[in-house]
């Protein structure tokens, strides 16, 4: 069967994170994401979240998402409900990432194509850096996200290598010190360019992320008792396979498209 299109446009995320946590949206953001916002209401009986994690891994298509559970399924026991979306064109990194912290379209936000510069218009990072929050990008020091959130009031800690940025989340869940984190994990799309979305490489790449996010979220369980937190498992678009046994991303096509973003609050402790 021919897979459909979803209709909800990755340009709701971030007006959703905003009201999670109570904050006013980019200014050129897209209505919230109404998934996401009615299960937070309902997860934290209308309080807010004083607390996000941002898991960003790269490239975990819906299709991908859907054929290996068993690989996913750490990361689905630690997450409660499914936002499909489709993610924007050209479905690639910083295009998408730019959306995704905008909830603007590519050519209000300005990435039209795979390049990296820094982003001008409001973000959500510059809404919370406004309501007085601190936020943190925790990423590679290649990758799109390390660069097009540069200049702003917020900390960055970039490294070239997936154990360095896993180490730093810890540090910085334990530190419990910033309001909003973003944590990039690019390993998935790396391999699943060079060995095809479903090889064996990539398929351990998969089963990687689904755990380095389930290790951050029992952290986040056992020591910001005192926040209430959103966590969510957020990647940028999805992927096909190419000819070559290889695998590729960018294209108006459902494979690259169609993402699942999944989520889970944890209310604070009642002390
Ligand atoms: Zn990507």
């Not at 994401?33 to 807010?48: C, H, M, P």
């Not at 026991?77 to 050209?90: A, G």
């Not at 490489?201 to 369980?221: D, K």
Request: glycine share 6%; hydrophobic share 40%.
């Amino acid at each position: 069967m021919k897979e459909m299109l979803n209709e909800t446009s990755l340009d709701t995320i971030a007006a959703a994170l905003c009201y999670a946590m109570g904050i006013e949206a980019p200014k050129e953001a897209h209505e919230k994401n109404r998934i996401l916002s009615a299960y937070v209401d309902e997860a934290l009986n209308g309080e807010k979240a004083d607390r996000v994690l941002m898991y960003n891994p790269d490239a975990i298509a819906q299709w991908v998402y859907k054929r290996y559970p068993v690989q996913l399924r750490d990361m689905v026991n630690h997450t409660e409900v499914d936002v499909p979306l489709q993610t924007v064109m050209p479905s690639v990194t910083p295009v998408c990432f730019g959306t995704m912290y905008t909830g603007a379209q590519p050519e209000v936000h300005g990435i039209q194509a795979y390049e990296k510069p820094v982003i001008t218009i409001d973000t959500v990072f510059d809404a919370l850096i406004r309501a007085g929050k601190r936020a943190v990008i925790i990423g590679d020091t290649t990758c799109s996200l390390g660069k097009i959130y540069l200049n702003r009031a917020m900390d960055y800690f970039l490294y070239d290598t997936i154990e360095e940025i896993t180490a730093k989340a810890v540090e910085v869940i334990l530190e419990d010190a910033y309001d909003f984190v973003v944590v990039y994990h690019g390993n998935y799309d790396a391999v699943m360019h060079r060995f095809g979305p479903e090889s064996r490489e990539a398929i351990g790449e998969l089963r990687a992320n689904s755990g380095e996010f389930s290790m951050l979220s029992v952290l986040v369980e056992k020591h910001w008792k005192k926040h209430n937190t959103l966590v969510g498992f957020a990647m940028d678009h999805g992927c096909h396979e190419i000819d070559g046994n290889l695998g590729s991303h960018g294209l108006a096509m459902p494979e690259d498209l169609n993402i699942v973003h999944r989520y889970k609050v944890y209310p604070k402790e009642n002390s």
